[in-house]
């Protein structure tokens, strides 16, 4: 059974810098995507960035104008997200993702249809 557990969350002020970990079980972690969402209240699952089975490519969500960068260590079953520079409206609860498939094509890195597991998610405050 696949496990994602989040971690990293917590209270910081706008400006800071905050980097969040997920580590992963039950499978072969380096096989696949990994993907970072976020929900803010009364708001939908939004897209952050993906990173491809190797590491070797990312994607990232334009409206985040890179501040956020992601990574994996496939020798520690973990992926990370380095967020920077950030803002009151980062505030949100922020999760980790994977798919089934180990290639997927471009657009579908960032739909959540094809992530068919989740963590639990960590929350994410930025105060002004």
């Known amino acids: 059974q696949v496990q994602l557990v989040e971690s990293g969350g917590g209270l910081v002020q706008a400006g800071d810098s905050l980097r969040l970990s997920c580590a992963a079980s039950?499978?072969?972690?380096?096989?696949?995507?990994m993907g970072w969402f976020r929900q803010a209240p009364g708001k939908e699952r939004e897209f952050l960035a993906a990173?491809?089975?190797?590491?070797?490519?990312?994607y990232y969500a334009d409206s985040l104008k890179g501040r956020f960068t992601i990574s994996r260590d496939n020798a520690k079953n973990t992926v990370y997200l380095q967020m920077n520079s950030q803002k009151p409206e980062d505030t949100a609860v922020y999760y980790c993702a994977t798919t089934t498939r180990t290639f997927l094509g471009r657009q579908e890195y960032a739909s959540i249809r094809e992530y068919a597991y989740w963590g639990q998610g960590t929350q994410v405050t930025v105060s002004s």
């Open positions: 039950g499978r072969t972690f380096s096989l696949y995507p």
């Open positions: 990173v491809s089975w190797s590491g070797g490519t990312t």
